[in-house]
């Protein structure tokens, strides 16, 4: 069967049944990537654990890159899901400190596939792998949440996207084996105190909003909704 194109955009589940059929795909990626590199993968093998037609596993995810960075989202999603809301006693540098701390040895736990993920996933071009632009929308989201913003600034969401590039290149130097575990935990908690910290603390931020954000601010966004 001729490979078909990584060039073009994944189809969308658009029942339940496909629906069920991406997950099953998505799960035995999850499954067969734990113990091969992305470069040994076979498609053929992961559309036969997941139960379906090779055609229909190229029709959702048309190259491995498009497989791994699905992957990627599922386990994004899997983090928003168990994020809670902050301690108001605990500072929101901390706080997110923690939840990338926490998230980080999750991933560490399974660095073959976690290479895989962040393998795909950064070199995945937005225009054709859609599950890019969810990744990026949902561990802001998440982060945001970590520090207790509700209405962000062009400045949040601008550091929130620093620490976010941070957080993943630290990632990958300890999975290179440049860097150990306590180095990245460490890491991790200077670059959320050096860039959040300053900002948290900044004048006119009142309690129970870590940015003092009020409806109309200086960034002209909506209530729930950052800048594009």
Request: net charge neutral; hydrophobic share 45%.
């Amino acid at each position: 069967m001729a490979r078909i194109a990584s060039a073009r955009l994944s189809a969308e589940p658009s029942s339940p049944e496909q629906h069920d059929r991406r997950q099953r795909i998505l799960r035995a990626a999850a499954r067969i990537g734990a113990e091969k590199s992305l470069e040994r993968v076979q498609m053929h093998e992961v559309a036969k654990a997941a139960g379906v037609a090779i055609g229909t596993l190229y029709r959702y995810f048309p190259s491995k890159v498009h497989l791994f960075t699905g992957v990627m989202a599922a386990q994004v999603d899997r983090l928003r899901d168990q994020v809670t809301e902050p301690d108001p006693d605990t500072a929101p540098e901390e706080a997110v400190a923690d939840l990338l701390v926490q998230a980080s040895r999750y991933l560490m736990a399974q660095p073959v596939l976690s290479t895989s993920m962040l393998h795909a996933s950064n070199t995945a071009h937005v225009a054709t792998v859609a599950d890019t632009v969810h990744i990026d929308n949902t561990f802001r989201e998440i982060l945001l949440r970590a520090v207790g913003i509700e209405v962000p600034t062009a400045q949040d969401v601008t550091l929130v996207r620093l620490l976010m590039q941070c957080w993943y290149g630290v990632l990958q130097s300890s999975l290179n084996g440049r860097a150990s575990m306590a180095d990245v935990e460490s890491d991790i908690r200077l670059a959320c105190k050096l860039l959040l910290a300053p900002r948290s603390n900044a004048p006119g931020n009142a309690p129970g909003n870590a940015h003092g954000n009020a409806p109309g601010n200086a960034a002209g966004n909506a209530p729930g909704k950052a800048p594009e």
